[in-house]
């Protein structure tokens, strides 16, 4: 979809639904960088979530796509998804096989495992787009199936870089910051170290992710949600 096809009807609702504040924040305001695209909201549990979309449906104004985190504290993202009634993408750092599995059967049209490049759920936004324009039609025939299969899966439109990248002094800190430590360490940690905000070390980290230079694993604890960590490749 073009930026002007965009304009020209009324933007996707998506409802940005994460326990951490920062992260819906973040999501958010990558959402509203798509032409075509509106944040509805952010929510940060199961129960809000379900309210929200119900008051955005009883208000007339339906959300279109919820942005669905796995761990939330009052239920699993998974269960979320069965009872949303719209249509939901899964962000999590759940890179199990099994997780990405049911995620997809509960009916999330993609998955994308944090941390992701920024791009990337623009792509898919855009293909969301595609697939709705295909899939409101009255009717279709196969080869339109076919087509609502490769537009949630292709990527499609431009890609304007505005990730951070490694040659801009930030990433070299936080590259150096993760070299040099003699353990894994989580964006707060990082953010610690070279006097930034988790959430700027944060979007460094998946950038650097990204481009191969370094690797995230999962830290469990004892309780709460898994703690995304860095390390070199």
Do not use: W
Not at 140 to 160: C, F, K, N, W
């Amino acid at each position: 979809m073009t930026d002007r096809a965009a304009a020209e009807r009324e933007p996707y609702s998506v409802l940005v639904v994460d326990d951490d504040f920062r992260v819906a924040g973040i999501h958010a305001s990558l959402v509203e960088e798509v032409p075509g695209f509106r944040v509805a909201g952010t929510t940060h549990t199961a129960t809000a979530a379900l309210e929200a979309v119900d008051a955005f449906a009883a208000a007339g104004s339906a959300v279109d796509l919820a942005l669905v985190d796995i761990y939330l504290p009052d239920g699993s993202g998974i269960d979320l998804l069965r009872r949303l009634d719209c249509d939901a993408f899964v962000l999590s750092a759940a890179a199990e096989g099994p997780v990405v599995r049911r995620a997809l059967s509960a009916g999330a049209l993609a998955y994308l495992v944090k941390p992701f490049p920024p791009e990337l759920l623009a792509e898919k936004l855009r293909g969301y787009a595609r697939f709705r324009q295909l899939t409101d039609a009255e009717s279709v025939d196969q080869s339109t199936v076919e087509s609502t299969y490769r537009a949630l899966r292709e990527t499609v439109g431009r890609r304007p870089d505005r990730r951070p990248t490694t040659r801009t002094v930030t990433a070299d800190a936080v590259l150096t910051a993760v070299r040099n430590s003699p353990k894994p360490l989580s964006a707060g940690e990082v953010g610690e170290l070279i006097g930034v905000s988790r959430a700027t070390a944060q979007r460094y980290l998946a950038s650097l992710v990204s481009s191969g230079l370094l690797r995230m694993t999962l830290r469990y604890g004892t309780t709460g949600r898994p703690e995304q960590e860095y390390r070199m490749q």
